[in-house]
């Protein structure tokens, strides 16, 4: 479950995304927690997202989200009032995807660093609410933060890369691997350059192999892990 400006997620069955008939799903945001309540971007009432964006917390408030935290710590009574509300919303909502889904769920999003020290409290309102009083935790915070969908995007490709490297490696021969790595070539910003194996053999492809994907890595930004 991310929580930004919007609020979207997604659903993951056995290490792969669940995409849905429509490629729809998790569309966690929009589904109700508030009939006739607060009225969403997206033009319907009561949705997830109007009531646990980190705008709540924010922009209507005329403040960032450091601040909003700084002034909680400080027991602004105006500002906890909010946050029990927001905590509230945000509790039924997860309790609600956890009784369809009966799963592990990840917060992730802008708010994880600060929920850290709330985590009890909500873990508690959320054992308060369920139905099985012997549940055991399975909420989770992300370690991505507001970086997650970037990361996301790169580790597919990472992914796709890894794949076609195994494939070549389970299906071509070793005296294939020099004509295959003489015509290896990549994008570095706006030169091309051409690699081969530098020794022609299966090392000097492993070699390669790695420059690549670090080359990858880097632009599909997934140093922001660290």
């Keep these: 479950v991310f929580l930004g400006k919007g609020v979207g997620g997604a659903l993951m069955i056995d290490g792969k995304p669940f995409e849905g008939l429509n490629r729809r799903s998790a569309e966690f945001g929009h589904m109700c927690i508030h009939p006739g309540g607060k009225l969403c971007n997206c033009g319907r009432q009561g949705c997830f997202e109007s009531y646990c964006s980190s705008s709540v917390l924010s922009d209507d408030l005329g403040m960032d989200i450091k601040d909003f935290f700084q002034r909680l710590e400080e027991k602004d009574p105006y500002i906890m009032g909010v946050w029990n509300q927001y905590v509230s919303h945000l509790v039924t909502a997860i309790h609600n995807i956890h009784m369809v889904l009966d799963c592990e ?122």
Excluded: W
């Design 105 to 226: 769920i990840v917060i992730g999003g802008i708010l994880t660093p600060y929920l850290e020290d709330h985590m009890p409290m909500i873990r508690k309102k959320l054992q308060e609410k369920s139905f099985f009083p012997d549940e055991e935790r399975y909420i989770h915070l992300g370690r991505c933060q507001g970086k997650a969908n970037c990361i996301g995007v790169a580790l597919h490709f990472i992914a796709e890369f890894l794949d076609f490297i195994f494939t070549v490696i389970l299906n071509t021969s070793f005296h294939d691997f020099v004509n295959i790595t003489d015509r290896l070539c990549f994008a570095d910003s706006d030169q091309r350059h051409f690699v081969a194996a530098s020794s022609g053999s299966f090392t000097g492809f492993l070699d390669i192999c790695f420059n690549f994907s670090n080359i990858i890595f880097n632009h599909c930004i997934i140093s922001i892990i660290y």
